[in-house]
């Protein structure tokens, strides 16, 4: 039971990078300041805690379906290879066009964005589902694509959670914390 | 390309290989109206809005009109400026990763290496949020002596500028006006240079020309407006954009009739020669149907005599 273990320990990372990066989806164009590194870590450990609570439910009954028929292991594996033939190419992306953004000129750093990040994003939730599809394809069982079906939903729901707690937060804030005011003199 | 439909001015647009009938409103324009002798709000009435969305064939946008908060048959300000603000925040995101102030920087340093030590102020009309002016004050793009003035005809818009100028602690100013009427945003036009983003698409073909010759008037040292080249490439682009990055319903319309809405290089160029014929006018748009991802935002930029 301890071969493979690489399978979901690779789908852990990638469902914590996503989660972190849903939490700075979640955070941005919202206060309007310029200066906003500080809160864009905040943002991004928010949507790792967040995907653990999520997605913490969904490990915590694979582990012990595993732990109680332990030939379902072999079950989940195949699922999990199948979603990595196309999650780890995604992830792969993406982690690329970030390295990019970083260590790239403005120019080239815009290019990034525009080829990969924002296409990429669009295009994120078709593919959680075509995983689910290939995992399918690969044979999986019932149970099996339901633990997968919930993990990718939990993914997916992330970055939603985190902006209905935006807003919630938002409106409990009396007054808010930069009130709409009048504009400066002449 | 213009032409007039039901009474009101439409824009002939391209979405793919299919010439489409673009009506000119945005949500954002239709819901906020100020009397422009005093500035003041006034009150907008829901009906009207829907009334001119559905005559022009707008009826997702209609549909969205319908969700704005009401009192009276009346748009609620208070919601409708909040809604404004987070709209124009989400635009600031925009702006980021389009790398939007990096490229206004970048004209403006080229532009004022031609005139090293001359006072200079900077006009951005029709500001919003002041997002390109808050970012060169916070990165210091410019270098000393350089005055920063958004400008903006919506006082909510202004209002919270200047609250975020004010969080961050920059040096520059904002203004709740018209920003091309003289003594606004100054009285010294040789020292000015007039920018704006993102506005050119929100005047129609036949107002452009009297837009630059406003600045003519005001005998401005030069301009420099960006606007989205437009073509199916930026408008695809735009609509996998606002779905991805946007959570505003009102954005991601708004946004993509943006990009469907925004003039050819040769309709800004004939208006600058139009309005402004003694300035230098300079806009270049590339071939239709290959995309280039660098040039999305590119200005239309004219030099005093």
Do not use: K
């Amino acid at each position: 039971m301890t071969a493979g273990w690489w399978v979901p320990v690779t789908l852990v990372v990638l469902a914590a990078l996503d989660g972190a990066f849903a939490g700075f989806r979640s955070s941005c164009g919202r206060t309007g300041l310029i200066r906003h590194r500080r809160e864009d870590v905040r943002a991004h450990l928010r949507g790792l805690a967040t995907a653990a609570l999520l997605l913490g439910p969904v490990a915590v009954l694979v582990l012990a379906d595993v732990l109680v028929h332990p030939p379902h292991w072999d079950d989940y594996l195949v699922a999990g290879r199948a979603m990595l033939l196309l999650y780890l190419p995604f992830g792969a992306t993406v982690l690329a066009a970030l390295v990019a953004y970083v260590v790239l000129g403005w120019r080239r750093r815009f290019l990034a964005t525009a080829l990969i990040l924002g296409p990429f994003t669009f295009a994120r939730p078709f593919v959680a589902v075509a995983g689910l599809v290939l995992a399918a394809r690969a044979g999986a069982g019932y149970p099996v694509l339901a633990a997968a079906a919930a993990a990718v939903l939990a993914a997916l729901a992330v970055e939603p959670v985190l902006d209905r707690w935006r807003v919630a937060a938002a409106a409990r804030r009396q007054p808010p914390a930069l009130p709409t005011g009048t504009a400066s003199p002449r | 390309m213009t032409s007039i439909r039901n009474g009101r001015e439409t824009f002939c647009g391209f979405l793919g290989a299919l010439p489409m009938m673009i009506s000119v409103e945005e949500l954002t324009d239709l819901i906020v109206a100020t009397d422009p002798a005093s500035g003041a709000r006034l009150p907008v009435r829901l009906d009207t809005v829907i009334a001119q969305l559905t005559a022009g064939g707008q009826d997702r946008a209609a549909r969205l009109a319908r969700r704005l908060p009401v009192r009276d048959g009346v748009l609620v300000a208070e919601e409708i400026d909040a809604l404004q603000i987070r709209v124009h925040c989400e635009l600031q995101r925009l702006g980021e990763e389009l790398q939007l102030p990096r490229r206004v920087a970048e004209w403006l340093l080229r532009w004022r290496a031609a005139r090293p030590g001359e006072p200079l102020r900077v006009v951005d009309v029709g500001c919003g949020l002041g997002h390109v002016v808050r970012w060169l004050a916070a990165y210091d793009a410019l270098g000393p002596g350089v005055d920063l003035v958004g400008v903006d005809l919506n006082r909510a818009l202004v209002g919270r500028a200047a609250e975020l100028a004010a969080a961050e602690g920059l040096d520059c100013r904002f203004i709740a006006g018209d920003a091309l009427a003289p003594g606004v945003a100054g009285d010294d036009g040789m020292t000015t240079v007039v920018i704006s983003s993102g506005l050119l698409h929100h005047l129609t073909a036949s107002a452009l020309p009297e837009f630059f010759a406003a600045q003519r008037r005001l005998r401005v040292a030069a301009f420099a407006h960006w606007d989205i080249d437009p073509g199916p490439w930026t408008t695809a682009g735009a609509w996998i954009f606002h779905r991805a990055r946007m959570r505003e319903p009102v954005s991601r319309h708004d946004g993509v009739l943006s990009a469907r809405r925004a003039h050819p290089a040769s309709v800004l160029l004939a208006a600058a020669r139009a309005g402004a014929p003694d300035y230098r006018p300079a806009c270049t748009d590339g071939p239709r149907w290959w995309p280039r991802l660098s040039e999305v935002l590119r200005p239309v930029t004219g030099t005093a005599p």
